[in-house]
T-cell receptor
């Protein structure tokens, strides 16, 4: 079946540090890949997505590139802010099966 | 901005009692999902509706859980009887059609005591 493996957390960084959260996947079909973010007390929000190999999704300074050869979709940001503190989930869907399969989430805390 | 509405936000119930959650998707969204998120884990799909029809309930514990989406609009998820292990966040999401972005509600946090 489909699965997503995420970098274990929690992750604590200083403001303006570089962020990488690793994500790898296995999928029975050709997946679309997503990063969702969950701020404290809120629901999940789509952060970015990529639907085919070598696509780069980007939003709010975050980026992730769909790497089919390494089955990865790592999340990066060049300079994090305190407001980026949240839980980040990597997820996938496959064509014909649009349910989201999530990783376990990575809690990110940014300290001033 | 259109949102997925869920209620209640928080629910505490005693084990063996019945509990129900309600979800109102974004207007016009044909697909509705219920996910369960256990603390420290990612959400897992319980049931997926396309309009009023169930298209995937393979992970729904049908001995105690039920879900309906009458008229293909809002939806109710019920647990009867609740067990301690049901304590979790229950998330509702909707999307306009297949392979389109899913929008999530704020969730209902259930605590079974």
């Amino acid at each position: 079946g489909d699965s997503v493996t995420q970098m274990e957390g929690p992750v604590t960084l200083s403001e303006e540090a570089f962020l990488t959260i690793n994500c790898t996947y296995t999928a029975t079909g050709y997946p679309s890949l997503f990063w969702y973010v969950q701020y404290p007390g809120e629901g999940l929000q789509l952060l970015l997505k990529a639907t085919k190999a070598d696509d780069k999704g980007s939003n709010k300074g975050f980026e992730a590139t769909y790497r089919k050869e390494t089955t990865s979709f790592h999340l990066e940001k060049g300079s994090v802010q305190v407001s980026d503190s949240a839980v980040y989930f990597c997820a996938l869907t496959t064509f014909g099966n649009e349910k989201l399969t999530f990783g376990t989430g990575t809690r990110l805390t940014i300290i001033p | 901005e259109a949102e997925v509405a869920q209620s209640p936000r928080y629910k505490i119930t005693e084990k063996s009692q019945a509990v129900a959650f309600w979800c109102d998707p974004i207007s016009g969204h044909a697909t509705l999902y219920w996910y369960r998120q256990i603390l420290g884990q990612g959400p897992e799909l319980l049931v997926q509706f396309q309009d009023e029809s169930v298209v995937d309930d393979s992970q729904l514990p049908k001995d105690r859980f039920s879900a309906e989406r009458l008229k293909g609009v809002d939806s109710t998820l019920k647990i009867q009887p609740a067990e301690l292990g049901d304590s979790a966040m229950y998330l509702c999401a909707s999307s306009a059609w297949v392979n389109t972005e899913a929008f999530f509600g704020q969730g209902t946090r259930l605590t079974v005591v």
